[in-house]
């Protein structure tokens, strides 16, 4: 972490709207979400489960569900709107690390093949180079073998040695940017850090962005350079991990913050659940469950303010303190 | 694959099961040759009929004074491209029926496999009889009705198979570069399910035998003369218990072929799905 100016952004959300039909009607999974995530830098984002950050994922991917709909909005990557403009998609140029590893390789083929095909399709070189280079990336993502490794279908991996080989597949095209969906999240804790020991060292040494979700904040301190924390598909808040974590402003990181364990005195986490995305409450997403709420909340969508220090906050009433019970 | 087949090979049951049904297809295949007096398949000599088995006629010979011996190898052909036929338009109907159903998810999911489940609710010797007497009966009849009744059980396993990928990352992926569904489904889907619907033809293939040898019984299958077994057991039934020959010798080769069709298809179950390699030894 650095105090130099941020450089222009590899990829930028912007004001993106995702909503998918469903039988109860539109959701509204994603609404006016901004986000930038500067070369080389590695960004979080967190939220609750179903706050839409798998959505996000999906849409910078480009491989949202067919049911989805994007009224509003752009995705820039590399200055592109890959979006809007389907030449322009960044295949090859964004790896993914999926969250569950066993189905994200089909279990019928050999895996070393289904990464090659990749490779033929958006890298360049012989058939050869593609066979050597995987190799070379399973050494460095520590896979045991990697020669016979090639050989192996899906299963005959352990979950590790999965994850380790989809982080593999996600830096086979040489990308810029790789996108990780709570990759540790079906692992076990020592393999945990060690998955991400191996991609903060990936991303160091090969120079990528990363961006990364999550819904542990103790990996965001550990990987991530600034955050973004989202609650029913909109920004709370974003900025630097450092000032996010140490000074919460926005209600909801402050009271999602005082349920960590390391920090609550006792369990009691935030009272009442996130809204149904087809069932959003008007105005501020969160002032049904916000222990500062006044009636103006309940009146339009609060804009993001920008605070000094390069961190936005979509709560007017942010300098409020918070009632005493709330923060026990 | 191979090592799949080196599995199989190493279980002697299964062994024995590949075993029975490789010889019958031998046999069948060289009918004609194997058959000590393959004429008898339309024939008659009424002048040696009923003959306990001896060195001229090994399994006797029937009521029509036909070897039966050579009607036992000449059914055989019978019995397995009843089998093969009844199985394969059982599977162009179930597995198409099941990627889609399995893929869609909406009304069109519905309908199908409410179908499904209406079909499998048949019963597959009602639904031949049925035919047998709405149309001509024969042998051609009763393979309609086995193929109607047997194609669900293919529409439910591919079903379960695609319901079950169809969220999977990887046929996410595939979207995202632009594949379409017909090639999602058939040549990455459908694979999956390849192990399953490879086990569901093996027994179902003994089943179509038996079933089919049961409707020849009925006297809704075959029909006189062709030397098929389950018929074969039926004309028999009015010289027991002296002619003991006539109905034992089709009837074994009826258990024969249908237990090597169900040991294979065990056998195969273990060994060639993929997921089981690992935890099995």
Redesign the interface.
Known sequence: MNDSPMPSPLLAVEALSVHLRTDAGLARILDDVSLTVPPGRTVGVVGESGCGKTTLM?AI???LP?SALVPRGAIRFEGRDILADCAASA?GRIGFV?Q?PY???????RAGD?ILEIMR?HAPGTRRDHRAKLIELFRAVQLPDPEAALEK?P??FSGGQRQRLLIAAALSCDPALVVADEPTTALDVTTQREILALLRRLAAERGLSLLFVTHDFGVLAALCDSVTVLYAGRVAESGPTRAVLDAPRHPYTRLLLACHPDRASDLTGIPGTVPAATAQPAGCRFHPRCPIARADCANAPPPLLSLPGGRSIACPHHADALPEPALA | MSAALARLLRDPVSALGLGIVLFAVVVAFFAPYLAPYPEDAYESHLLQRLRPPSAEFPFGTDNLGRDILSRVILGTRNALVVAVSVVVAAMAIGIPVGLVAGWRDNWVSDVLMRLTDVFLAVPQLILALALGQLMRPGIETAMVALALTYWPFFARTVFAETRR?RG???V??L???GARPTRILLL?VL??A?PAVLVRATIGMGFTILTAAILGFLGVGAAPPSPDWGLAVAEARQHLPEAWWFPTFPGLAILLLVLGFNLLGDGLRDAAD??L??SRR
Do not use: C, E, K, M
Request: no cysteine; net charge positive.
């Open positions: 999906r991917l480009g491989i067919r295949r999926p569950d189905l994200s390789l089909n279990p019928v083929f289904q399709r279908y299963h005959q | 990928l999977a990352l990887f996410d992926a979207a995202g570069i990455h694979p999956n390849l993929p997921r390699r690992r």
